[in-house]
């Protein structure tokens, strides 16, 4: 029997009577962007607020697209009723703004943080951003990891001048850390965010440190999780997972309907009127449990991480090798260049060092993190024609 969570007579009539009269207690982050190059173009207009032209520039960024053919959770499916990244982005959109409607946050900066945190993500979901981390700091010491990479796609490689709090907010949306109480950490400056970002390059340890700069990336934070506990959950049946069904629901349920409705409901109720995001005791430990149980029965099933160890892990060490030694020979016929570098450089934004001047390895990471699943398999094909490396993906109807 499913059971829906309602918010209690008070505080729903509270929301109701503070709309009404605009008495709705305000903590959001103040309008005043705060971007790296103060033009003209940049500056919040009547017909576009702060934040809209954040969100404006992600989803028209060329990586966007790309989140339609990158993994979730599960690789090698033929299959559109199994969750793609890109469905994900509108999903945590759509929590976040539910919960930040009813505390009166501001919208446009929980979307724009929304959308543009995976921007960054490589092909084959975690198992490919642990491979990429592991040989981008095999040669050049610095580490990998999609929140930052996100960073860096919407501030370095495509310069688009987004806001500080934006920026900060897929920074530190990392969903694999869950908290009772989400308090925001205030950034003063670029200056001190960069310290942050520059950290993190030299100690993965540091991403789970990072802590968002405003309630919206605090919001947006708790949506990631809220996302995917169910949705995986989904997925997984419709993938033919054995063993996943047996799970215990506790205050927050079994069914992605119950899991997103009860933690909103929730949250809301514990976090109205007050500058911090909280859901009570119950909740937070059913949900410690159902990221536990997710775990255990899905993200670490021996079969998966197998198959991806044994095919992607191999593809993605030999491309990085190739495409490293052209770049490094300058051949100007390999797809570094040809559908990377000059890609990039066709959208003509002023950089302060032309992109073709950065760290070879950077680059490097940089291409085989903005692949897509399918993208990484065709050019390893194109690449190593005689290689017995295949990925078979299961069809519809197997």
């Known amino acids: 029997m499913l059971q829906y969570e309602k918010l209690s007579e008070e505080t729903e009539q509270r929301i109701l009577l503070d709309r009404q009269t605009w008495g709705m207690p305000r903590f959001a982050f103040s309008e005043e962007q705060v971007v790296r190059r103060d033009g ?46 890109g469905l994900h982005v509108q999903l945590v959109s759509r929590i976040a703004r539910t919960i930040g409607r009813a505390l009166n946050l501001n919208l446009d900066l929980i979307e724009a943080i929304a959308l543009g945190h995976d921007i960054g993500h490589t092909p084959f979901g975690h198992a490919g951003e642990a491979y990429l981390d592991a040989l981008l700091y095999s040669y050049s010491e610095r580490h990998f990891s999609h929140n930052i990479h996100s960073v860096r796609v919407l501030d370095q490689i495509f310069p688009y001048n987004i806001s500080l709090q934006t920026l900060s ?3 530190a949306h990392d969903g694999e850390l869950e908290l009772a109480e989400y308090h925001p950490a205030p950034l003063q400056d670029f200056e001190e965010f960069d310290r942050q970002i520059a950290g993190c390059y030299q100690d993965r340890a540091n991403v789970k440190r990072l802590i968002p700069s405003t309630l919206e990336g605090c919001v947006m934070r708790i949506a990631d999780i809220i996302a995917y506990l169910g949705k995986d959950r989904q997925d997984a049946e419709r993938a033919g997972l054995n063993g996943t ?145 295949k990925i078979e993906y299961k069809s519809y109807f197997e």
Request: proline residues 4%; hydrophobic residues 40%; aromatic residues 12%.
């Open 40 to 85: 003209e173009r940049d500056r919040a207009t009547a017909l576009r607020p702060a934040f809209i032209r954040d969100i404006d520039k992600i989803i028209h960024c060329p990586y966007y697209n790309r989140y339609a053919d990158k993994t979730q959770v599960f690789s090698f499916y033929k299959n559109d009723d199994i969750t793609r990244r």
């Open 245 to 389: 069904y047996d799970y215990e629901g506790g205050a927050i349920g079994v069914h992605n309907a119950e899991i997103i409705n009860n933690l909103i409901v929730n949250i809301v109720e514990h976090s109205y009127g007050k500058p911090y995001i909280k859901m009570d005791a119950a909740h937070f430990e059913a949900l410690q449990k159902a990221k536990a149980a997710n775990y255990a029965l899905i993200y670490k099933n021996e079969a998966v991480q197998l198959r991806l160890s044994q095919t992607v892990a191999p593809m993605m060490e030999q491309l990085y090798k190739q495409l490293r030694a052209d770049l490094l020979e300058r051949r100007a016929a390999s797809p570094i260049f040809s559908h990377h570098i000059d890609y990039i450089n066709q959208a003509h934004y002023k950089r302060a060092v032309p992109y073709e001047e950065t760290a070879p390895d950077q680059i490097v990471a940089d291409y085989i993190a903005s692949m897509t699943d399918d993208y990484l398999i065709d050019l390893y094909a194109y690449l190593f024609p005689k290689s017995s490396l």
């Open 169 to 171: 907010g897929i920074a």
